[in-house]
Nanobody, 124 residues
Framework: QVQLVESGGGLVQAGASMRLSCAASEVTFRNYGMGWFRQAPGKERDFVAAIRSNGGSTFYADSVKGRFTISRGNAKNTVYLLMNNLKPEDTAVYYC?????????????????WGQGTQVTVSS
């Protein structure tokens, strides 16, 4: 089964940039789409960004659009989330997930594989 591992989280000040990485255990993702979700204390886990298997279509939550960018590596076994102009409200545990679906990538129920999360803390 596919295993996903997130990395790149940590503590930064508001306005800083950070790039998260998600590595898959398999050599390539092939037909897997990838998504990023986040969960703050006392909050539900929310959609952040997603990218289709071919890397040509991306989707973002309104709260991060214009600041965050999701992308795939050339080998297709790694997905990144570049976060610019971070705000305290971005503080959360960030999870990556994989799906074989091409539509409805903003819905958690469509993802079969999940990483264990990486903490992102943004101080003011």
């Amino acid at each position: 089964q596919v295993q996903l591992v997130e990395s790149g989280g940590g503590l930064v000040q508001a306005g800083a940039s950070m790039r998260l990485s998600c590595a898959a255990s398999e050599v390539t993702f092939r037909n897997y789409g990838m998504g990023w979700f986040r969960q703050a204390p006392g909050k539900e886990r929310d959609f952040v960004a997603a990218i289709r298997s071919n890397g040509g279509s991306t989707f973002y939550a309104d709260s991060v659009k214009g600041r965050f960018t999701i992308s795939r590596g050339n080998a297709k076994n790694t997905v990144y989330l570049l976060m610019n102009n971070l705000k305290p409200e971005d503080t959360a545990v960030y999870y990556c997930a994989a799906t074989t679906r091409s539509f409805g990538l903003m819905y958690q129920a469509n993802y079969a594989y999940w990483g264990q999360g990486t903490q992102v803390t943004v101080s003011s």
